[in-house]
């Protein structure tokens, strides 16, 4: 999990998934991972590190009720046309950088776990709290329709090489469920539970990393 402040989170959320997968994921390409990183350091130059802004540039505080209070639309506009001195980035991820529907995909979970984050602060004040799950390769229906479709080899071949060997059941997503809803979960929010049975580990350190050259 990042350790930049969770407010700092609140401000970048949508345009963390405008720049795809800004802090990296599994499946994202080396060229989107070092292009988000480079963002990154380019808002943490005007805003700094710790999201609380810097007086010299007179730039905000992420944590302030103004930039708290902003909606969704108004955080989508900001960061996609501009404001004052902050360059638009509504450019940043091209049509030609979606390969095709699973990485589209892979960017909105991404955009999902970021949402989760920002949102526990705001949730948190009212006593809630906020998590998501994500379910590696789970057998239900669409599970077993996509096991038998056109990527089926590839599917199958990550539960053969991760570290579970097989892929999940519902009832193990229920019980993390039950666990981040239930009184043993109280000091768990912000959190985003990978539960994949080792794919994505395989993908970085096991059988499944990307071949250099």
């Known amino acids: ?21 800004l802090l990296g994921s599994g499946y994202a ?6 292009a988000g990183k480079a963002t990154a350091e380019g808002c943490a130059g005007c805003h700094g590190a710790d999201g609380k802004g810097k007086d010299a540039l007179k730039t905000q505080d992420f944590a302030s009720s103004a930039v708290q209070g902003m909606s969704d639309a108004e955080l989508t506009t900001i960061i996609s046309d501009g404001k004052g001195k902050m ?5 940043s991820l091209k ?3 979606i390969k095709d529907s699973l990485h589209a995909y892979q960017i909105s979970k991404r955009g999902n776990s970021l949402r989760v984050m920002a949102e526990a602060v705001r949730w948190g ?3 809630a709290r906020v998590n998501t799950i994500s379910p590696g390769i789970i057998i239900t229906p669409l599970a077993n329709d996509e096991l038998k479709g056109p990527r089926g ?5 990550m539960l053969e090489v991760s570290a579970a060997g097989r892929a999940g059941t519902p009832d193990e997503v229920g019980t993390v469920g039950a666990l ?15 539960m994949d049975g080792g794919v994505t580990a395989a993908y970085w350190y096991g059988e ?3 071949k250099a050259g």
């Open 1 to 21: 999990m990042s350790t930049r402040p969770m407010s700092t989170v609140r401000f970048f959320q949508l345009g963390l998934v405008l720049l795809g997968l």
């Open 29 to 34: 390409p080396a060229a989107d991972v070092a």
């Open 87 to 91: 360059p638009g980035y509504a450019k």
């Open 95 to 97: 049509p030609d950088q």
């Open 125 to 127: 004040k009212r006593g």
């Open 153 to 157: 080899a590839g599917y199958r071949r």
């Open 180 to 194: 981040l809803m239930g009184p043993d979960g109280a000091f768990i929010t912000g959190s985003d539970f990978l």
């Open 208 to 210: 499944l990393a990307p």
